[in-house]
């Protein structure tokens, strides 16, 4: 057992180093300049908010790796009831998008900072309120030491599922659907743990799909349809953006 142990042990280490290596590809939401040319009579640049999620992995009793997810609480205004990866908007205080995450994982599900080693940064995506969300993908050694303490107003269930799933093309559906002239495509992942069903789809199901493909370094067994839906340059044109992104 002690050997077996000692092999996990090497193996997640080496995940590590091979997980701080990689390099997203630049993000397409970077901030414009600070300024509008003067006399350009558009108004004020718009300038997104940023989020960030933590994909907290941790090596389960078979060996697999897992990945803790949360069930959005239902009395929410947006995303009620959804599942979802912990983690919400930067602040002020917040030193980086490591930062974000870790502080909102701990504020949403009790998890201490302490315990996750923060090994890489993925690509940005854009949630349909127009938030820069950025993926933080941390490793929890020691599982046994987390102890989840639930913050009731945000969320009503934690859980964690196999990562390889998200690359699988069992217990998957999919549609597809255009929005501002873009075809693209959703996919919902179900997952059955006794009498607990849940479905992860959305952006949630797209980050961990890219989260896999990177971790298992192979591209997943269903082809994958995205969208890329530019900022707005101006502030006045997100109420028509907002509008054509809401739409279903």
């Not at 940023?50 to 009793?61: K, N, P, Q, S, T």
């Not at 009790?110 to 949630?127: F, M, N, Q």
């Amino acid at each position: 057992m002690a050997g077996e142990g000692a092999g996990a042990g090497a193996e997640m280490d080496a995940l590590i180093r091979r997980l701080r290596l990689h390099q997203p590809g630049p993000s397409p939401y970077d901030p414009a300049p600070a300024a509008a040319p003067v006399g350009s009579g558009d108004g004020e640049l718009f300038r997104p908010r940023r989020a960030a999620v933590l994909v907290c992995l941790f090596r389960g009793a078979a060996g697999e790796l897992r990945v803790i997810l949360t069930k959005r609480s239902s009395s929410l205004s947006t995303h009620s009831g959804e599942v979802s990866l912990p983690g919400g908007k930067a602040e002020e205080g917040d030193a980086d998008d490591a930062a974000t995450a870790l502080r909102e994982s701990q504020e949403e599900i009790g998890l201490d900072p302490a315990l996750v080693t923060v090994v890489a940064s993925l690509e940005h995506c854009l949630s349909k309120h127009l938030l820069v969300v950025v993926p933080v993908i941390g490793i929890l050694s020691n599982k046994e030491a987390f102890i989840p303490i639930l913050n009731i107003a945000e969320v009503d269930e934690i859980f964690d599922v196999p990562l390889e799933m998200f690359l699988k093309d069992e217990n998957r559906t999919s549609e597809e659907r255009e929005k501002m002239g873009q075809a693209f495509t959703v996919h919902y992942f179900t997952y059955v743990n006794g009498n607990h069903k849940y479905l992860i789809w959305g952006l949630t199901a797209r980050i961990l799909i890219h989260t896999a493909s990177v971790v298992f370094e192979r591209p997943p067994d269903f082809p994958e349809r995205r969208a890329h839906f530019n900022l707005p340059k101006y502030t006045k044109d997100c109420s028509s953006m907002l509008a054509g992104l809401a739409k279903h």
